[in-house]
């Protein structure tokens, strides 16, 4: 997938309606088929690795998108990854907070020094580093371009300086990915009833047409509905719903 990277100042119409419909994306799936087929031509790499939270104390989320085996967000946990994004954090602040590239081996090297051998992190040379600086509504965020290639292409900064915030954005909509062991400990803690509750939700059935089908009452159900959203920390159905599925798809 790695060649000469596209100068989005030459298209500049084709590269913000390719950038444009990242803000539009609803599942990690589609993230995943947008940032390896369109956004290939002006950033092209194998994984794209982001973090975010306290990096002084090392409490770090992560999402991982990528198509290599082990590469999904919920075969890693936080704590796992924290050295390495903490690493690449350091790398982005010592460039005075401009994209800059680093060596993507420190990845494999710091999983190896944890006893982690061999790993899917093997492989990778160059990484392509930029991020967002903490604001009043939101905190800091890596994030990593990861490549099999030896350097990065000439234009992979400007690109990704381009089309970060659509990548942002798109994270930021789509439910998050259960980590390890979260999906089955969430999922079983629903009850039987919510669990039926929610397999009719996911039909588009609202709270009186599941009341009727349960017989139960439509007040009954929005009870159910509030446990349910606090159970998998949603704050919609359709956000129970995606979470739900996600944890299936991943599981």
């Known amino acids: 997938m ?13 590269f913000y309606r390719i950038a444009g419909e990242g803000a539009g994306l609803a599942s990690h799936q589609a993230l995943w088929r ?11 790499h194998e994984v794209l690795l982001v973090g975010w ?9 992560h999402d ?7 590469m999904r967000s919920a075969d890693w946990s936080p704590r796992v990854l924290a050295p390495m994004l903490s690493h690449f954090r350091d790398c982005w602040a010592a ?3 401009k994209p800059t590239q680093a060596d993507a081996t420190v990845c494999a090297k710091l999983l190896r020094a944890g006893g ?4 899917p992190f093997e492989g990778l040379r160059s990484a392509l580093v930029h991020g967002l600086k903490p604001g009043p509504l939101r905190s800091e965020r890596i994030f990593v371009v990861l490549s099999r290639a030896p350097a990065t292409p000439p ?3 400007q690109a990704l300086t381009m089309i970060l915030p659509f990548i942002d954005i798109a994270l930021r909509q789509i439910p998050p990915c259960p980590r390890p062991g979260e999906g089955a400990d969430r999922v079983s803690a629903l009850s039987e009833r919510e669990r039926q509750i929610m397999a009719w939700v996911a039909l588009g059935k609202t709270n009186p047409e599941i009341g009727c089908i349960l017989d139960i009452s439509e007040f009954t159900v929005k009870n159910h509905m509030k446990s349910i ?20 798809a991943h599981a």
Do not use: C, Y
């Not at 790695?2 to 084709?14: C, E, I, K, L, Y």
């Open 53 to 61: 939270g306290d990096f002084a104390t090392g409490r770090l989320e």
């Open 34 to 44: 947008w940032l390896q087929g369109d956004v290939q031509p002006w950033l092209s």
């Open 64 to 70: 991982i998108v990528s198509s290599l085996p082990g």
């Open 229 to 248: 959203f606090s159970k998998l920390d949603v704050s919609n159905r359709a956000q129970a719903v995606a979470k739900l599925t996600g944890m299936a």
């Open 155 to 157: 234009g992979a900064g």
């Open 95 to 97: 460039a005075q907070h």
């Open 2 to 14: 790695n060649g000469a990277t596209q100068d989005p100042g030459r298209d500049p119409a084709h």
């Open 116 to 119: 982690m051998q061999p790993n």
